[in-house]
């Protein structure tokens, strides 16, 4: 399992989220990852908290824990001539490097894409920005709320006014198009033998997840609205009260309403409620209607009754709820590994699995989130063998 990229060397300059979850992505496939970190505190994830976990003089943040697995870290201060040069070795040796810098930083560091191609032309380069590269704002710092907001996603989510997700989702899915941009480009050049540049932004992200929001306004040229916990194109497929807790309930075919509706005292074929167009208009009556009936019992009976009929149904779990719901763990989600300071620690693992490994990525053991400078003279060494 560990052959999928263990030829591959990234190398990651990446710093808070986007970038380090791309370059992470990459470390669970099994390609090596060297993180490059300033001497003076390294990634500024390091210091955000609380939490923090681990002894005084080695606390960790467990915002850093969350996107660095499977990484090497090493320092250098790449406005130093000894910095330049150690990242001038790093590139000719490296089949990708990740930067999420604003536009512009790398080429006044002096390795602009044409610099990098001369080092190593079969080198991918991936560059996230906040809101592009060029463009009348591509200059502009991109930090995941702000991204989320300019995106258009806080404007469709929550119930009464803008809100953002509960997850940097900007950010994540920023990293996310950038590893497989990345892949992609790895596999032409195979074909080829030249690397290329692969750019994504936060903006990007957000709008490349529009999905039917995006054509309700480009093809209909109607806005989208918040509709809180309900779907704003299908009903009833939302969040509903019991009584004594909230279920989730989605109905998604003309066939399954006609299942669902008699177990909730409704008919069918009520006129408000008909036909999915129907009862998207009439949402709050067939909501109150709902909740009326599911107000006569708890919610796990309503959840017992509702999987007995085939109506897809779920309850809202907290984390702690999530991380030890045998379901999660027989997915291999969480993943354990032992830390230099922290010692044996479980983390958030990765979502893909592969037909010959029974845990989840494609490493059979994973490597912890790296302290920083850790690998320092590993890698250093690793260079002088040329």
Request: proline residues 6%.
């Amino acid at each position: 399992m560990q052959n999928l990229l263990s030829d591959v060397v990234v190398v990651d300059l990446t710093r808070a989220l986007s970038g380090p979850q791309a370059a992470m992505m990459l470390g669970d496939l099994g390609a090596r990852v060297i993180k490059v970190e300033t001497p003076a505190g390294g990634d500024d994830s390091r210091g955000w908290g609380p939490p923090f976990v681990g002894p005084a003089d080695g606390r960790e943040s467990t915002y850093f824990l969350a996107a660095n697995r499977n990484k090497e870290s090493v320092t250098a201060d790449l406005k130093s001539a000894e910095g330049k040069e150690f990242l001038t070795q790093l590139v000719r040796k490296a089949d990708v490097l990740i930067e999420n810098f604003r536009p512009g930083v790398l080429d006044r560091l002096g390795f602009p894409v044409q610099r990098l191609h001369e080092l190593n032309p079969g080198l991918v380069i991936l560059s996230i920005t906040g809101f592009g590269h060029d463009g009348p704002e591509g200059g502009r710092a991109g930090y995941d709320q702000i991204a989320q907001g300019e995106g258009g996603l806080m404007s469709i989510t929550g119930a009464t006014e803008p809100t953002k997700t509960g997850m940097p989702i900007a950010d994540l899915l920023a990293g996310m198009y950038g590893a497989y941009g990345a892949l992609a480009a790895l596999h032409e050049r195979a074909v080829t033998g030249r690397g290329r540049v692969v750019r994504t932004s936060l903006l990007a992200s957000v709008v490349g997840v529009h999905a039917f929001h995006g054509t309700k306004w480009t093809v209909a040229r109607e806005l989208p609205e918040r509709v809180g916990n309900h779907h704003a194109q299908i009903a009833p497929y939302g969040m509903y009260r019991t009584k004594d807790d909230s279920v989730q309930v989605a109905v998604g075919s003309e066939g399954q309403w006609r299942t669902f509706a008699p177990i909730v005292g409704l008919d069918p074929d009520d006129v408000r409620f008909a036909t999915n167009a129907e009862r998207v208009a009439h949402r709050d009556e067939l909501t109150a209607a709902i909740e009326q009936a599911f107000a006569a019992e708890p919610a796990d009976g309503w959840l017992r009754r509702l999987a007995e009929a085939g109506i897809p149904a779920g309850k809202v779990r907290d984390f702690q709820q999530v991380y030890e719901w045998e379901q999660t763990l027989s997915q291999g989600l969480l993943v354990e590994v032992d830390h230099p300071t922290l010692g044996r620690i479980q983390l958030p693992g990765p979502p893909l699995r592969f037909d010959d490994n029974p845990y989840a990525g494609a490493r059979e053991t994973n490597l912890p989130p790296p302290r920083l400078g850790e690998h320092n003279e590993s890698v250093r060494a690793w260079l002088a063998e040329d």
